[in-house]
């Protein structure tokens, strides 16, 4: 998956500007032979800024921007001045972007509207100049203060798309060509399982110019949760959908245990799925008649909303795309949503399994290697003005 254009996960080193030290300068002026201490202030160090921008749909931008830097902070100078500042670095990232420790798994904040700014390293302070430090009794201190030192912090972003609805099925369930046929996406469709390789995301056109976002994940298989398959590092981009629509052929040997298997692997995920509202496609009905079809429903024992679909021909699509209108404003599913908004809760990374993670990403695990759980601390030899370090 390196080689694809659609980049949901990508690590990369912060570092914020330390601060700038204050000055110890004695005013000298003809005349004036005791000027006293005009020692300036110094800079503050540039903070490392987060910012969820709408025009960027994927980390692609990061992908090979791995280090970011802030300025540091100026010295300050005679005659009272202080130090430049430190210009800020901003990190520009999609919306339904979450960011982890990559140390230690811990989830530190996430990024779900455009224009919002988190600071995520702050600069170190500026220190003070000799003219703050006189007084009555020392009128000519020759000492400044320091400024703080950087912090630097690895991170992990972690994108989960943001839509209305997700499609949840099996490999070669008709979930891609669903997607073509409600919106103008072109995924990749074929007759083999696993056609899907990344998730994709459709504008599904409804009546008095209303729209909904409908997003498509690579299948699913048993023991997705597990790791198996392609699941595992898909499924959080349907975390965030208002609506779940489980996609089944009507040719299953068994659809109800097909749903429940469904249904397990998204619980053992993340039970909070459970609280999303849900629906059944059951799809490739083109090879059915009316009476089939009433014959199938019968026999079906799933208390959510179920419709019959054939993408090809078009039958039952515009049934669906009312279903799921009618879904996602439903009183109770909008304070649902809205409550799983408010109050969504980021479990940290398990530690075990980051190094599987940054494998299956493409990304280095060789620092991963030498961490210690326990031990926060790492190795910077290499990073200039190491004694300036802080860790979060």
């Not at 420790?101 to 702050?122: K, M, P, S, W």
């Not at 320091?146 to 839509?163: D, N, Q, R």
Request: aromatic share 8%; proline share 4%.
């Amino acid at each position: 998956m390196a080689e694809s254009n659609f980049i949901d996960y990508v690590r990369i080193v912060c570092r914020s500007g330390k601060g700038g030290s204050g000055s110890a300068h004695m005013h000298r002026a003809k005349y004036l032979p005791k000027g006293g201490p005009d020692g300036g202030n110094g800079g503050r160090g540039g903070h490392v800024i987060l910012r969820g921008n709408h025009n960027y749909w994927t980390l692609l931008h990061l992908r090979y921007n791995r280090h970011v830097f802030a300025e540091h902070g100026s010295n300050g100078s005679k005659n009272k001045s202080s130090g430049k500042q430190g210009a800020d670095s901003y990190i520009e990232v999609p919306c339904g972007t979450v960011v982890y420790n990559a140390d230690n798994g811990e989830y530190i904040c996430d990024i779900t509207e455009d224009g919002q700014e988190v600071i995520l390293l702050r600069g170190g302070r500026g220190g003070l100049g000799n003219f703050n430090f006189a007084t009555a009794t020392n009128q000519a201190p020759r000492y400044a203060q320091p400024g703080e030192p950087m912090m630097e912090m690895s991170v992990i972003l972690e994108l989960k798309l943001l839509a209305d609805v997700g499609l949840v099925g099996f490999p070669n369930a008709g979930k891609s060509t669903l997607v073509s046929t409600l919106s103008s996406a072109k995924p990749q469709i074929a007759n083999y399982p696993f056609t899907t390789l990344e998730p994709s995301l459709g504008i599904v056109p409804y009546h008095d110019s209303k729209s909904f976002v409908i997003a498509d994940i690579p299948g699913i298989i048993e023991g997705a949760s597990q790791g198996k398959g392609l699941g595992l590092r898909f499924l959080r981009h349907i975390e965030r959908n208002s609506i779940l629509l489980f996609m089944i052929p009507c040719d299953a040997d068994d659809i109800e245990k097909e749903y429940e298997i469904l249904l397990n692997e998204l619980t053992t995920f993340n039970p909070e799925l459970l609280d999303k509202g849900r629906v059944l496609a059951v799809t490739k009905c083109d090879m059915l008649d009316e009476e089939l079809m009433e014959m199938l429903k019968s026999t079906l024992h799933i208390n959510i909303p179920i419709v019959f679909i054939s993408s090809v021909t078009g039958f039952g699509i515009d049934t669906l795309k009312d279903l799921l209108w009618t879904e996602m404003n439903r009183e109770s599913n909008k304070i649902a949503a809205l409550r799983t908004q408010e109050t969504i809760v980021h479990q940290p990374k398990d530690f075990r399994n980051l190094q599987k993670e940054l494998e299956a990403s493409g990304e280095s695990v060789e620092y991963v290697e030498s961490i210690d759980v326990n031990d926060s601390l790492l190795d910077y030899d290499e990073i200039d003005d190491i004694e300036s370090v802080e860790y979060l």
